[in-house]
């Protein structure tokens, strides 16, 4: 790839695989994590999680650190993401989340007004968030395999923050977006800052990579995309520039907004699987690496299918070193832990980087 990045601070995985495809440079073999990996698709977690919420999980570093460590014991896969959620910042400050299980977040008062905005603090990491760095250095010192760091893009906060639940149509978030451009922009400023200090003390502590969650993204057209959400998103990529550390940016459905996906900043791009690879790459050029994209789908479907599919994702991509093997969205939670290990082991050895330097 033209451009490469890596300014920062030299980081003891700078020559392994997964951070070396971020970068599009040669690497042996085609690098695989799974998007949701830890989880409850995996009896062992089930096993360990405990009866109460997630957040109380994520507030145990012991336990945080097992469940991150346990699918990259169990599939080998070539990073490993930490076990957290995209709303912890919010909670932490004391906006009144939850995370009910088979829902997903909950807001007690879900944000309406401009009065809101006062209960969105700034986020002090080392004071409200100690146990997420705790997590990270606990991993760092374990793990063999780069460390993901992730944070929620504004969008996608905002879309619970605004709906108070999970939503499909966003009518609460488009309505306060398209009424009150002002009170939106306010929002999405503070919820930019809330993702730059978590992801930068997520990176302090130690993590290799970082990944921006815009799921819902692809609720918006282009122009909305453009107009209320990329300005905040790029806020938050171009202020980790600086660290060097290589930044994912994935959403789902985004199909019609892969170009200013990338032009917020990103060094890989997620791609759902609704996209081809290899027109993902034409239309983003070569200053980018993918990361996708096999339908979570089709490991429900079964073994056959999960590797058919991942040998088209495989042969899509055509050995171009600037690919991430992984779904096209998180593994779904009744998926079949040993189709992921078959997945896995026909992506590290089929799955070959052409010795062509491409830049
Ligand atoms: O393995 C990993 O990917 C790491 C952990 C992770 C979780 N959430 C753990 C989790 C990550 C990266 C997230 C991010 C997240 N959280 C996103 C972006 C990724 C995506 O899937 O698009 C979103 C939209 C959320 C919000 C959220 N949290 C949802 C929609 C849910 C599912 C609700 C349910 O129970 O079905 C959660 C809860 C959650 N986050 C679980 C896990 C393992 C399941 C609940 C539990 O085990 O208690």
């Not at 815009?214 to 909305?224: F, H, I, K, R, V």
Request: some cysteine.
């Amino acid at each position: 790839m033209a451009s490469v990045v890596g300014v920062g601070t030299p980081d003891r995985f700078d020559d392994h695989c997964f951070i070396r495809a971020c970068r599009g440079l040669p690497h042996e073999r085609v690098p695989v994590w799974f998007m949701r990996q830890a989880g409850r698709s995996l009896p062992e977690y089930r096993a360990i999680r405990g009866t109460g919420t997630i957040l109380d999980a994520i507030k145990n570093p012991d336990l945080s650190t097992e469940i991150t460590l346990q699918p990259v014991r169990r599939y080998g896969v070539d990073a490993a993401i930490l076990y957290s959620d995209i709303v912890v910042p919010a909670h932490a400050i004391g906006f009144g989340v939850t995370v009910t299980p088979g829902v997903g977040p909950e807001i007690e008062e879900p944000f309406r007004s401009a009065a809101d905005l006062d209960r969105l603090r700034p986020l002090d990491p080392v004071v409200d968030t100690p146990y997420v760095l705790e997590t990270v250095r606990q991993l760092v010192g374990e793990l063999d395999v780069p460390l993901i760091g992730f944070a929620g893009a504004p969008f996608t906060v905002a879309s619970y923050l605004i709906e108070g639940r999970p939503s499909r149509d966003y009518l609460n978030t488009k309505s306060l977006m398209l009424n009150d451009e002002h009170l939106w922009h306010s929002l999405m400023d503070r919820l930019a800052d809330l993702a730059v200090a978590s992801l930068t003390s997520q990176i302090d502590s130690g993590a290799s990579a970082v990944q921006l969650f815009d799921s819902w993204a692809g609720a918006l057209s282009a122009a909305q995309y453009q107009r209320y959400a990329a300005p905040h998103s790029q806020k938050v990529l171009s202020a980790i520039e600086s660290t060097g550390v290589p930044r994912i940016h994935f959403g789902v459905n985004t199909g019609e907004l892969l170009e200013l996906i990338k032009g917020v900043g990103a060094d890989v791009v997620g791609i759902d699987w609704r996209v081809q690879i290899d027109r993902a790459r034409l239309r983003l050029g070569d200053t980018v690496a993918l990361q996708g994209n096999l339908d979570p789908a089709a490991v429900i479907a079964g073994v056959d299918a999960a590797v058919s599919g991942t040998r088209e994702v495989l042969a899509l991509n055509a050995g171009h070193p600037g690919h991430i093997f992984n779904l096209g969205h998180g593994v779904l939670p009744s998926s079949d832990p040993d189709v992921l290990s078959e997945v896995v082991r026909v992506v590290h050895t089929e799955g070959a980087v052409g010795s062509a330097d491409p830049t």
